[in-house]
């Protein structure tokens, strides 16, 4: 998201999901819609029914292939060259839209200089996408407005994903599609409520609305508004939060309703990293893997047991309502850290139910200033939403960018850090299917997304499997520096010759105990979808 | 928005432009027997109960694929009307399973309700009955072609909503069915399990395969993927028996996928933890909140500032989220506070 927030002022998607199905092009990249996010893979398909054209760009056959215009099968880590391409082609054919540069945007100069490296014969050549495919692409997007643009975590989990997005943003901005409908910039978050919680402050350098840590006046505000002094300096990421656990350095952990056993990369560090810690609280509703290595779990109720709201993709303020009550004696999990909270002598913590939390929100936060939770009855409200009389935003960047101008930032192509070696011959990505989510807490148990899909499944190409003599539902061990894990092969053509796939849903085939931790530089997101492995048939 | 103004059964009624007459009809209360309309599907013509007359027109049109315009006038009810309905409805009658009193389907469907409004007080028509074994394959609903009325409105959810089509038509004239290609089991098609056949379905050919029916319905959103899909938890005492897409939410219009409308079991489940755990000689024991909360102040009170983290969750609402972060900030004093955000 801070590829999207330097170019353009936010990071979050810049149109709305209804948007998508009238788009005249759709642009979809390192995202697995119709697995991932199946009710926006829908609204691409309405999209193609209603004449839109279709540029899929995904190393892997997936299931949109089947209705792309045209698709881009490039080698994995390669999209800043293609796309650097493809805005070469644009510019050089006269496609652009001038007027848009001219007026909304600045620093094109220097991009337009970086576009230099990425001529057709290059980008055959390092991408192995035919350049007839890269010339259609970009005179389809560029000649086919509105455009949308869709991208999910195969463009920005990895080592140069910044980079990646600056790409995206360029491109945007070069053809003129921000800022009106069915165009954009489209990031499509996993989680129900990704976009709330990074809305919400819970990242180690911004408050809530992305207020900066560093700025005195916005650390002023939050020390009157909760009466404590504050840190100016901005916390640790994640999968940093884990390697200072893992050296010592951070002693305690509180940690919600996830599962980094298994979802994150290099798994077996952040075990070690957990197992480390003097002191670990697991608030969930299921005892998971993480669960397991705490001191103290604290039982939490269910989306279904309780009140509040989530923020979807689309910036979409959405009220949940209680439908049951939690079992035994499991709390929402605000009641349960303000309860912590207030053993501990704290004050401001003293929230009776869950609007009133979204009250003090609503005060200290600009682009949640005017939202409540009576006025979230009727299909929620897209921030901004500055005022109470305000009918929030379903599309950002109209007559002026949320930073001003649109800011165009100079390519550079970086290959992803782990390349393939004799040892590791293949290189691994990682995905999701339908049955099932993340690293399959709530739907393994699911009795039928089970029935449907029950294990691990190594995707790799026909002739990879023909070399190491490995059939279709053959065991396999796959293995990379850093661990390795057993899995049956599928044998099939949608991966390419020299790339497996698998997803991390199952505990018993712990694909993140293979995947890299290395991050990118700016946005701090590890590199889950390339690591070099190898696979074996086991007996 | 463009209006039109028609006439139907002498009432002028105005709606929208673009609407089919069928469509204007219901739209102003006014009930046109229909088996095979849906309203987000295109007009298929295939049930033929909808007839109506309309001035100008030869013959008896079907209201579903005649377009709403200005000045049309239309019958609904004369005699020649009333007798090809009466007429359709028998055929379906003669062929359909008399299970009405044990069927899935029973409290809302079709074939009943066109049924009754047609006045069809007995069976007329020589029963005939179709030899089809019941497809359970699938794992949240069963597949009776016994019960099918030809409606096409899975077939046609499958191909036009969700672009998947793993059921179309095959053989015809009486041999005429859905089936998957090769005429396999579901499980063994490209369905993708999402539901919206079943939804759609008027009668019980297809239906979900837990029958409990919510005695309330609490609306909220979706807990999986960062769509948002809006939807109807059915709850029946304390727990949650059903899920329905909400056709008012601005995101899914009433969509659902296989996640979001059968993977809700997790509420319900028996490993859910139902009590605080403190860990005493190496193992995770049940406590008190009480003891577990003192448990927790204490030894977070020892690692003051940056020697603590907080990991949010991406999953968790967003009033939960704030007070985390305002927790470790404020509380614990450091800005080491996360999520999974990055995965």
């Known amino acids: 998201m801070a590829g999207l927030a330097t170019s353009f002022g936010s990071g979050a998607m810049t149109n709305s999901i209804a948007e998508i199905g009238d788009a005249a092009c759709v642009l979809a990249i390192g995202t697995n819609t119709t697995e991932a996010h199946p009710i926006i893979g829908h609204q691409v398909k309405r999209a193609v029914r209603q004449g839109a054209k279709l540029i899929v760009i995904n190393p892997r056959w997936i299931d949109l292939c089947r209705f792309a215009t045209v698709w881009l099968r490039q080698q994995p880590g390669t999209d800043v060259v293609l796309l650097g391409a493809i805005m070469r082609v644009i510019l050089e054919e006269g496609l652009a839209d001038r007027a848009f540069l001219d007026e909304r945007c600045e620093d094109f100069e220097a991009f337009q200089r970086s576009l230099g490296a990425f001529d057709l014969d290059t980008a055959e050549k390092v991408t192995g996408v035919p350049r007839e495919k890269v010339r259609e692409a970009a005179r389809l997007y560029a000649g086919t407005r509105p455009a949308s643009i869709l991208y999910a975590m195969g463009i920005t989990q990895s080592s140069h994903g910044t980079d990646n997005v600056f790409a995206l943003a360029n491109l945007a901005m070069l053809t003129g599609n921000i800022g009106k409908p069915s165009s954009g910039v489209n990031p499509l978050r996993g989680h129900n409520n990704v976009q709330g919680s990074c809305d919400m402050g819970c990242l180690p350098n911004v408050y809530t609305g992305y207020q900066a840590v560093v700025d005195p006046a916005v650390k002023a505000k939050f020390e009157t508004a909760w009466g404590v002094a504050l840190k100016d300096k901005p916390g640790l990421t994640l999968t940093e939060i884990f390697s200072a656990a893992h050296r010592g350095d951070i002693k305690a952990i509180y940690l919600v309703g996830e599962n980094p056993v298994l979802s994150d990369p290099d798994a077996s560090h952040v075990r070690e990293a957990l197992e480390r810690v003097e002191f670990l609280v697991v608030q969930d509703i299921f005892l998971t893997e993480t669960a397991r290595l705490a001191d103290v779990v604290l039982p939490a109720a269910s989306f279904a047991e309780r009140d509040g709201t989530f923020t979807n993709t689309e910036r979409r303020v959405q009220r949940l309502r209680k439908a049951v009550e939690p079992p035994g004696q499991a709390r929402p999990d605000w009641w349960t850290t303000c309860a912590i909270a207030k053993k501990m002598g704290a004050k401001g913590f003293d929230f009776k139910e869950a609007s009133e939390i979204m009250s003090e929100i609503a005060r200290v936060t600009p682009s949640y200033g005017g939202v409540s939770f009576d006025r979230l009855d009727n299909g929620g409200i897209q921030w901004p939403c500055p005022a109470y009389d305000h009918p929030g935003t379903p599309i950002l960047h109209q007559g002026r960018f949320t930073r001003g101008k649109g800011r165009f930032t100079p390519l550079t192509y970086r290959a992803f850090l782990e390349q393939p070696s004799p040892q590791f011959p293949l290189l691994l990505t990682t995905g999701r299917v339908l049955y099932h989510f993340h690293t399959g807490t709530l739907t393994r148990k699911v009795e039928g997304l089970e029935k449907l899909r029950s294990e691990e499944l190594v995707e790799m190409n026909p002739a990879d499997a023909a070399n190491l003599a490995i059939k279709d539902g053959d065991l396999v061990e796959v293995a990379s520096v850093r661990g390795s894990v057993r899995a049956r092969a599928r044998v099939t053509d949608h991966s390419p010759e020299g790339l497996v796939a698998m997803t991390f849903h199952f505990a018993e085939s712990a694909t993140n105990l293979l995947t890299n931790p290395a991050l990118d530089p700016i946005a701090k997101i590890p590199e889950l979808k390339v690591c070099a492995v190898r696979v074996g048939k086991k007996p | ?343």
């Not at chain 2, 399973?97 to 809302?108: I, K, V, W």
């Not at chain 2, 074939?111 to 069976?123: C, E, K, N, Q, Y």
């Not at chain 2, 041999?175 to 999402?194: I, W």
């Not at chain 2, 769509?227 to 304390?238: E, H, I, P, S």
Request: aromatic content about 4%; hydrophobic content about 35%; overall charge positive.
């Open chain 2, 1 to 343: 928005m463009d209006l039109v103004t028609l006439t139907i059964d002498g009432q002028k009624v105005t709606g929208p432009k673009g609407k089919s007459v069928l469509e204007a009809a219901l739209d102003a209360g006014i009930y046109i027997p229909n088996l095979c309309h849906d309203p987000d599907l295109k007009p298929f013509g295939a049930c033929r109960l909808c007839v109506v007359e309309i001035e100008g027109m030869r013959g008896l049109p079907a209201s579903c694929t005649v377009t709403a315009t200005d000045g049309l006038t239309v019958r609904t009810d004369g005699p020649k009307v009333h007798q090809v309905q009466k007429v359709a409805v028998e055929l379906l009658l003669a062929d359909h399973p008399m299970e009405c009193l044990t069927c899935a389907a029973s409290g809302n469907c079709g074939l009943l309700r066109v049924a009754s409004h047609v006045g069809i007080d007995h069976i007329r028509l020589k029963k005939t009955q179709r030899d089809y074994p019941i497809d359970d394959s699938n794992p949240f609903f069963y597949r009776d072609l016994a019960k099918c009325v030809l409606c096409a409105r899975c077939v046609r959810a499958c191909q036009e909503v969700v672009g998947v089509g793993a059921i179309d038509f095959a053989h015809r004239g009486y041999q005429r069915k859905v089936a998957t290609f090769g005429d396999r089991p579901l499980a063994e098609s490209r369905c993708e399990s999402c539901g919206e056949c079943v939804v759609r379905c008027p009668v019980g050919a297809l239906v979900p395969k837990r029958r409990a029916k919510p005695s309330r319905e609490v609306k909220t959103v979706c807990a999986y993927c960062g769509v948002g899909c809006g939807m109807y938890l059915g709850v029946r005492g304390n727990t949650v028996v059903s899920v329905r897409g909400d056709r008012q939410s601005p995101v899914n219009h009433g969509l659902l996928c296989v996640k979001g409308r059968f993977g809700n079991d997790f509420i319900n489940h028996p490993d859910r933890l139902t009590t605080p755990l403190v860990r005493k000689d190496g193992e995770l024991r049940p406590a008190t909140w009480d003891e577990a909360l003192d448990v927790v102040a204490s030894r977070l009170k020892e690692y003051p500032g940056d020697a603590s983290a907080a990991i949010a969750s991406a999953k968790a609402p967003n009033e939960d989220n704030y007070v985390i972060q305002k927790f470790a900030r404020a509380v614990m004093g450091t800005n080491n506070v996360d999520h999974c955000a990055r995965l």
